[in-house]
């Protein structure tokens, strides 16, 4: 080796060596996610309202289960087929409902304003330094400077979300603004070196979805499990996402991809994540028989192929080190949507039992227990059905909640 190759061989360790040593730091950091919501294609008259509006504000309020010091927002545009432009954005707290922050810090992107989020992916902010607390509302204002006409984002807000022109992400109340519903291009907001250490994922249909709250109150059944955990000493680290995409079923794509395409990317792609919880399968059934009946054969074959789907996640969850819950299907006889017959009973029944021995799950949450009327066990509870025999009330949610035991989450 002759003395200058000796020389760029020691400078280059020596710049190896440096460049760990600064990196070695960034390892360190530990994001949480604070809030998340599935990603799915928007259509409908309140993605026609943002497509009319032109260049225009998306102002949106979400509820928070982590506490910190600095955020990052992810955006997405994983349902577009073109690139998204975001011409600016802003973050501050705020009260569900209401469009007005009073303190508004802007968002870059790598030091800059705008950002180009490409077709199919997502993208985060720069790190923002706002302290929050769980159990707060954020509003995340994004500026369009381009008519979205494919947008990405979750229409079962049930939270108002605030829609007008122009640029307004630096403007503290928005009083010409008009309401309209849904989270847009925004699938998360994360917090660095949270008090909660862990995350749990609730995934399911529009019973996980919150379908039939009041908007702006915070009242699905993931919502009290988040305020239950953080009440327990014992479980107070865990922040809630909740994956729920109301319509959403087992093995065929609907509202929204199929569970077994989304679920890699709503609970394995998060950081964090150690349990998911998991409640899925009414629309399997109800969608099968809605428009005519079905032979037996179909019924079984239905049966088993929930079954097996239900398998394929847990290994998937435990090839990642997370804990997959299941949840037995609450009943829905009477629903006018499905009119479910004796035969889906039995499916429903076949699966459940499945659940509940099947062995290979790691915790099971029996909601169909919870919130059954035990006069008439195929259907929901009275006190907890919210009228159409098929979503629970939001004393069922709160029966929901209560029904999960919380050493689940505290099992070595």
């Known amino acids: 080796m002759t003395p200058f190759s000796q020389f760029y061989r020691a400078a280059g360790l020596i710049a190896l060596s440096v460049t760990m040593t600064a990196a070695a730091p960034i390892g ?5 996610p604070a809030w998340g919501s599935s990603q799915m294609r928007i259509d409908g008259p309140n993605a026609d309202k943002l497509a009319k509006a032109g260049p225009a504000t998306i102002r949106q309020i979400v509820h928070l289960t982590a506490s910190g010091r600095t955020l990052r927002l992810r955006l997405s545009n994983v349902a577009g087929t073109t690139p998204l432009k975001i011409g600016a954005a802003s973050i501050g707290l705020a009260t569900p409902g209401r469009s007005e922050v009073p303190a508004i810090l802007p968002v ?5 304003a705008e950002v180009i989020v490409p077709p199919g992916a997502e993208l985060y902010s720069d790190p923002i330094p706002l302290p929050v607390e769980a159990g707060r509302d954020v509003a995340v204002s994004l500026y369009f400077p381009e008519a979205v006409t494919a947008p990405t984002g979750h229409s ?29 291009h925004l699938s998360d907001i994360e917090v660095r070196d949270a008090v909660q250490k862990q995350t749990v994922v609730t995934i399911g249909d529009s019973i996980t979805d919150g379908y039939g709250i009041t908007d702006d109150t915070n009242t699905r059944w993931p919502d009290d499990l988040a305020r239950r955990l953080a ?5 107070r680290t ?35 994540v150690t349990h998911a919880i998991l409640l899925e399968g009414v ?14 054969v179909t019924h079984q074959q239905m049966v088993r192929r ?9 290994e998937r969850a435990h090839a990642h080190g997370i804990r997959l819950i299941v949840s037995t299907i609450t009943p829905f006889q009477g629903s006018e949507y499905y009119h479910p017959g004796p035969e889906t009973e039995a499916d ?22 919870a919130i059954r009327d035990p006069a008439k066990p195929d259907r929901l509870l009275p006190a907890y059905d919210s009228g159409d025999h098929l979503h629970p009330s939001m004393a069922g949610y709160r029966a929901m909640a209560a029904a999960i035991p919380l050493s689940l989450f505290t099992r070595r």
């Open 238 to 272: 865990f922040s809630v996402v909740n994956a729920g995409i109301g319509g959403n079923r087992v093995l065929l794509d609907g509202l929204g991809p199929n569970l077994m395409a989304r679920f890699d990317r709503d609970v394995i792609a998060r950081p964090g």
């Open 28 to 32: 360190d950091v530990r994001w949480i």
């Open 231 to 235: 009440a327990s000493p014992a479980t």
């Open 156 to 184: 079962g807000a049930r939270s108002k979300t605030f829609l007008v022109a122009g640029d307004a992400t630096a403007r503290t109340t928005l009083a010409d603004a008009q309401t309209i519903g849904g989270w847009w």
């Open 348 to 369: 429903r029944q076949a699966i459940n039992r499945f659940i509940r021995t099947a062995g290979i799950f790691d915790g099971v949450v029996d909601f169909d227990q």
């Open 108 to 112: 870059r992107f790598d030091g800059a």
């Open 306 to 314: 929930i079954t097996q789907a239900y398998r394929q996640l847990a």
């Open 283 to 296: 629309n399997d059934l109800g969608v099968m028989t809605r428009e005519h009946p079905v032979d037996a």
